[in-house]
């Protein structure tokens, strides 16, 4: 196991995403969606980021459970969460958060499940990190930290709020 | 763990109680969303078994299932093989034939969906069997009820009709009282038996007991060789929510349910559809959450080998 981002270098890459997305939005208003689990939670240290700096922003949250596609190699099925997401996403631009990009295939389930809330004007997405291997085409257009990983490897993400530690790991199989 | 089959409420234990009516929630929001539909069940195929003429249960799993984007066939009994003189175990290994991943099945005869259960590897749902049990009806009370009562531990809830033959009275009992509910029985004396349940004769004295719900049952008359009482007109009198009743109702804040089709002027008056603590129109939507919970739930198994 070894220590890719301490507490320090977390939010400076928390830092980084909300610069990033700031940016590119050019004082239009921005509406975040996190994924469920833990993107939800980065979603909310980068709005908490985007609002002390002035921005105009929305926070939703998506649980994406019921669009995955391996149900069938799971002994029992997912334990479902409830998604909130208060403003219309008709016609907004919706910025996806997550805590990893891998595969892909989540992010690919929660285009899904936002599309089934509304049809959104432009969807980017942001991640804290990306630790490559993608199955599917699909980028982040925001990223917090790149990691050179293994196919095999685990990367753990830790966060504050849910983790009681800040921190990413890699955990080599 | 997940279950392959949902057969009764008895079975259960509290905690996984629970962790389906917490799954319904979820369930229940994407009904206010413009697409009422998830994917889930995509390429999954359920299949309705119904023995029994039922509209609403029907209905309800229909939608439920359709919702979680499963396909859907009714197996139309009374039109079917079965008047030809079908088996049921000749049926069930038809439909296992057709790859059924679900059979949901309402039978007249008490225990049929378990015995399905054990012939097919598809999860087996049972959607009301004799006077045994109706675990879904059960679930989606015990959802409605924890919506106005969010502490259910010590809430009172007095079940009033034909206890005797009632299925609903037995599931939906069962699962009250292992959620904490006190449960009291109400009906001609004849028509409930001595359970562990408070049990009462007389409409008066139960709403003496100060319960904060009344569960009325529907008069079944399709399942009476001889009605237990002379007239609709007296059964309403003596056992229905009358409109004097209603008022004792509505000024102690007591919510009514039912689990439907209602006969009009027999348990209700027409004046209880338009009582604000009337919880009937949210047992037929929560219904539908809690049957996409219990479809979501279960396991079939998955190598859903011809035997």
């Known amino acids: 196991m070894s220590t890719a981002l301490d507490p320090a270098a977390m939010s400076a890459a928390i830092d980084r995403l909300a610069d990033q997305i700031l940016s590119a939005a050019a004082g239009q208003a921005i509406d975040l969606v996190g994924i469920r689990s833990r993107g939800d939670e980065v979603a909310e240290r980068v709005f908490a980021k985007l609002v002390e700096r002035g921005a105009q922003a929305r926070l939703g949250v998506l649980d994406i459970s019921l669009y995955r596609d391996d149900y069938e190699h799971l002994s029992s099925n997912p334990t479902l969460q409830s998604s909130s997401i208060d403003f219309p996403v008709d016609g907004s631009h919706v910025v996806l958060v997550d805590d990893v990009i891998f595969t892909g295939r989540t992010i690919r389930a929660a285009l899904d499940a936002l599309f089934d809330y509304g049809r959104p004007s432009k969807v980017d997405l942001a991640v804290l990190i990306d630790r490559g291997h993608r199955e599917i085409p699909v980028e982040p257009r925001f990223v917090g930290e790149h990691l050179e990983t293994d196919r095999m490897d685990r990367v753990d993400v830790s966060l504050e709020k849910i983790d009681g530690k800040d921190a990413v790991e890699i955990i080599t199989q | ?307």
């Not at chain 2, 959802?143 to 010590?154: A, C, D, I, S, W």
Request: charged letters at 25%.
């Open chain 2, 1 to 307: 763990m997940a279950r392959k089959d949902f057969l009764d409420i008895v079975s259960l234990d509290r905690a996984e109680i629970i962790h389906l009516l917490d799954q319904a929630e979820p369930f229940k929001d994407l009904f206010t969303r413009s697409v009422k539909k998830v994917p889930a069940l995509k390429g999954k195929t359920v299949l309705m078994l119904f023995y029994e003429p039922s509209t609403r249960t029907l209905s309800s799993f229909e939608v439920a299932a359709k919702r979680l984007s499963a396909d859907v066939t009714i197996f139309d009994v009374p039109h079917s093989s079965v008047t030809k003189g079908e088996s049921v175990r000749d049926t069930i290994d038809t439909l296992q034939a057709m790859r059924a991943d679900y059979i949901v099945v309402r039978h007249r005869l008490s225990g049929q969906p378990a015995a399905i259960a054990r012939q097919t590897n598809a999860s087996v749902i049972n959607a009301g069997d004799g006077a045994h049990a109706h675990p879904t009806q059960a679930l989606l009370d015990a959802f409605t009820l924890r919506e106005v009562y969010p502490e259910l531990p010590g809430r009172k809830v007095v079940i009033m009709g034909d206890i005797l033959h009632s299925r609903v009275a037995r599931s939906t009992s069962t699962i009250l009282d292992k959620l904490g509910v006190e449960v009291a029985f109400c009906g001609p004396g004849s028509l409930v038996p001595k359970t562990r349940f408070k049990r009462f004769t007389n409409y008066e004295e139960a709403m003496n007991w100060g319960p904060d719900t009344v569960y009325q049952l529907r008069v079944q008359k399709e399942r009476q060789d001889a009605p237990f009482y002379p007239s609709d007109r007296e059964y309403h009198a003596v056992y229905g929510i009358t409109e004097e009743r209603l008022k004792e109702i509505s000024d102690k804040g007591i919510y009514v349910m039912h689990p439907g089709p209602i006969n009009r002027g027999v348990e209700l008056c027409d004046a209880v559809l338009d009582y604000d603590r009337c919880l009937i129109p949210q047992q037929v939507e929560n219904g539908i959450a809690t049957r996409m919970a219990v479809l979501f739930g279960l396991k079939p198994d998955l190598k859903n080998e011809l035997s």
